[in-house]
């Protein structure tokens, strides 16, 4: 998962409620695992890329290995509470692989950590599925795991069933071409590709709104949605590996790439670059979006703090190769398009347009006319 | 931690209760896992190595990148019971690098998955401290990591306090320097080197026999055990990734390298030849081990199925080196003695002299006398 506001910038996300309590934690916590960086800036173990980014670069010897953990959070109790285990695997490969890509890094393999209540053999098994599904869409494989049985530890939403799924992937990049967004430069251009859905993000807040403000099931149809909450919270991650990995095999020059998870296009601000970004041509967010807000009755700012808002990876261009950008983005059948530009900002703030937002990392979105001028 | 007894040939390892559902569930998410494996043995993204083994060794382009996953298990809930959380990221790093290093690899780097109940800082910033001096400890850096709030899927045994520690381990290894133990053969010694303790395995046992059975606290003296019953469970699991590479580095020819966790002894069978161990001259188990058997009146077939009953770490040299190889694994200090040897035997037995037992991979230990013959 993504970081939630006032995270430190280090490449330890977090996620889940409590968000400050998470971040002093963090901090202290980060403080500690600081200390077994190595002094070297070359050689072997030497951490490479930039702290605070979407996933960490370690120097191998003259090669860059790239390694980044993450889980599915509470997208676990959906799978339970649907009884279907077939699809969160592949949400586990998806908010890995997404992060390693955005440094530049080919994923190449990845091990997964599962953690259950009780062993269910077909819970596991469809697990494994997922999984497996999620390692053909991200093309790696999956060397190894773990399974716990920890009935002391894990709980869920239906007795018996808890589990928590995460992984740790793996990949490779040359030292000189790790991507942390510092080429990026005012007039770039912010692409865009469509996300699924709500991916493994917010699911906390979404689970309030379906299941405890609106009394819905996860089998209820619900109106403007053309699908059960159920399906809809369910649905799987977009994987974005192969679309960004022809990008920079292409000829084009790929300033950065961010998985946009929590904490929404503030993602955006993690960039090496000390730049702002204008958010000004979105597509308007996808019927799950729109429900939520509907039925939760939330504010602008707090769905683009929350919520992917449709669109689930960005890439920054030189606006000269936006068109062929696209063209390649979009090769791999998603929704691909211009969302925006690069611009002068000391602040490093990003403008939502349609919503009228202005918002800054660890500080969220604020309505633009509510702004300090 | 390591797998139980039924455990499919994979690097996949499994922990805790519930062994044969666990196993059940472990094979088929492994049938789904494999299919990710690519058909080619050569070239990136080849699985190297042995399915089976400690850890997974993956080609990076000609360097082998070796990786395991693995937690602490329940032993957070000793954690969580003595109010001390500044020691089990020490078991959390041992886990992991110690499992790294029988593959002949040089941990390198790691990144830790924290869930927790609800964000405490104080009790994060104490699994960061023992995380970094596991680190330290082990000569690798902590690249990043991740920290997930899930009051819905963690629990514990103290209110509030439930947390799951788990971590995922990088290393180095030459492709034409994979160990898998395929060069161990009959006559080979077998060098053990002392465990701490019960280290991160058995716990679910030793809480039910110490706190159950006995009724005792963890801050209740243990009558033969010179401490609380919290100090010894408590006590942090031993790293051997030092002397280890200090042995593979040294003239000394290294047939083999095994973690002694959960399965005791018959983590030996997990190597590649078809051989079988006597361990004939171990030392007498701690007395944690007898205080635990007298306490729950368990079986020695159990003890030494559940627990490393004194040895944390095997080697398996040469008898010409043997001495040479005892010199050097004891350099960092922990008691290290030749405990058996490797003889001829198609069915991969291993016998325990000193108490009699005889036991195989998937079927535990049985009284030798008891045996078929």
């Known amino acids: 998962m993504a970081a939630p506001p006032n995270r430190p910038r280090t490449d330890y996300g977090s996620a889940g409620v409590d968000t400050d309590a998470v971040e002093a934690g963090l ?13 070297a800036t070359e050689g072997l173990g030497a951490i490479k890329g930039r702290s605070g980014y979407f996933a960490s670069v370690v120097d191998f ?3 860059g290995v790239a390694v980044c953990t993450d889980g ?3 997208k676990a109790l959906i799978a339970q509470m649907t009884g279907r285990y077939d699809t969160v695997g592949i949400d586990c490969v998806a908010m890995n692989v997404n992060d390693l890509v955005c440094v530049g890094a080919r994923p190449v393999t990845l091990v997964d950590y599962i953690a259950v209540e009780q062993a269910e053999p077909a819970m596991l098994e469809a697990l494994g599925a997922g999984l497996a599904e999620g390692a053909r869409r991200a093309g790696v ?8 049985a920890m009935r002391d530890v894990i709980k869920g939403a239906v007795p018996g069933a808890g589990f928590d799924l995460a992984a740790t992937a793996v990949g490779r990049v040359a030292l000189d071409a790790v991507n942390t967004g510092a080429a990026v430069q005012p007039g770039d251009s912010i692409v865009g590709i469509a996300s699924s859905g709500i991916h493994s993000n917010g699911l906390t807040l979404a689970r309030r709104v379906f299941f405890e403000r609106a009394g819905l099931t996860v089998a209820d149809h619900v109106e403007g949605l053309g699908e059960s909450a159920g399906e809809a919270l369910l649905r799987p991650t977009y994987i974005y590996v ?8 292409s000829e084009v020059p790929v300033h950065a790439l961010a998985h946009i998870t929590g904490d929404g296009f503030l993602n955006l601000t993690r960039i090496e670059a000390k730049v702002g970004m204008r ?3 979105l597509p308007a967010p996808p019927p799950v979006f729109a429900v939520l807000q509907r039925l939760g009755g939330i504010a602008d700012a707090e769905m683009y703090r929350v919520f992917n808002m449709g669109i689930g990876f960005c890439v ?12 390649i983005l979009g090769g791999d059948g998603k929704a691909c398009r211009r969302i925006g530009t690069v611009v002068e900002d000391a602040e490093e703030r990003v403008w939502i347009g349609q919503a009228g937002l202005v918002g800054r990392a660890g500080e969220g979105f604020v309505r ?3 702004a300090p001028a």
Chains 1, 2 share one sequence.
């Open 141 to 148: 494989s999956i060397a190894g795991g773990e399974i716990a």
């Open 316 to 327: 920054i261009v030189p606006p000269a190769h936006e068109a062929r950008a696209i063209e």
């Open 279 to 281: 958010l000004d041509t």
């Open 61 to 63: 010897g003259g090669m």
């Open 368 to 370: 633009e006319d509510a």
């Open 242 to 249: 192969r679309e960004a990995l022809e990008l920079l095999a």
């Open 27 to 39: 901090a202290g916590l980060v403080r500690h695992i600081r200390t077994t960086w190595p002094a």
């Open 72 to 74: 599915i959070g509470t």
